[in-house]
């Protein structure tokens, strides 16, 4: 079965401060990746997603992602945090070995920015 | 596009009471998926639907947990009887024809307390 890794449980960051979280998958043929986004006390959020074509991709709010196949890796990034980016961060995968439509997540990361 | 619609926004119950929580998905979209978020166990996947019919069921915690979709517009989540425990944000997603990636979009929820 597919899985998601995502090894930050918090993260605390002043603002200004550049941003990656990480996100490994396990192996299983082609996949498709996002990151979703959850403010507090709201609903999940695309932020962006992958799934052919350019590996670097760009999504709302500045942040960006880097697919790369050979570490099995989607991490998100952003060069310059804001506090209203405080936040719940979620990468999720479908297809590989699992169902092309239903959404293994991770288990999140918090982040916090400091004003 | 109004987006996905959940209803009621908050419920409050007591254990023992039925509990309907109810959902619109985005029109045109042929999956409807039921998450449940709990700060102990994260996001579950419950159970999901193509074309209205219960594709799998596997992560509907118990029998008093039903889930029905009997049109393309709209889907219940019904638990009967309500216990503590259920007390949650249910989250309904929906996705589209078209794709890969398929990404889902996400309802606002609905907050579960049941006392």
């Known amino acids: 079965a597919q899985s998601v890794s995502q090894h930050n449980h918090h993260v605390i960051l002043s603002e200004a401060a550049s941003l990656e979280l990480g996100c490994n998958y396990s192996y299983g043929g082609t996949v498709n990746l996002f990151w979703y986004v959850q403010y507090p006390g709201q609903h999940l959020q695309l932020l962006l997603k992958y799934f052919s074509g350019d590996p670097l991709v760009k999504g709302i709010k500045g942040f960006e992602a880097e697919f790369i196949k050979s570490k099995f890796s989607f991490n998100l990034r952003k060069p310059s945090v804001q506090w209203s980016d405080t936040a719940e961060y979620f990468c999720?995968?479908?297809?590989?070995?699992?169902?092309?439509?239903?959404?293994?997540f991770g288990s999140g990361t918090q982040l916090t920015v400091l004003p | 596009d109004a987006g996905v619609i959940q209803s009621p926004r908050h419920e409050v119950t007591e254990m023992g009471q039925e509990v309907t929580l109810r959902c619109k998905p985005i029109s045109g979209h042929d999956y409807l998926f039921w998450y449940r978020q709990t700060m102990m166990r994260g996001l579950e996947l419950l159970i999901y639907f193509n074309n209205n019919v219960p594709i799998d069921d596997s992560g509907m915690p118990e029998d008093r947990f039903s889930a029905k979709m009997p049109n393309a517009s709209f889907s219940t989540l019904k638990i009967q009887p309500s216990e503590p425990r259920d007390s949650a944000v249910y989250f309904c997603a929906s996705s589209h024809k078209r794709g890969p990636p398929y990404e889902q979009y996400f309802g606002p929820g609905t907050r579960l307390t049941v006392t």
């Open positions: 999720a995968v479908n297809g590989g070995s699992g169902s092309a439509r239903q959404l293994t």
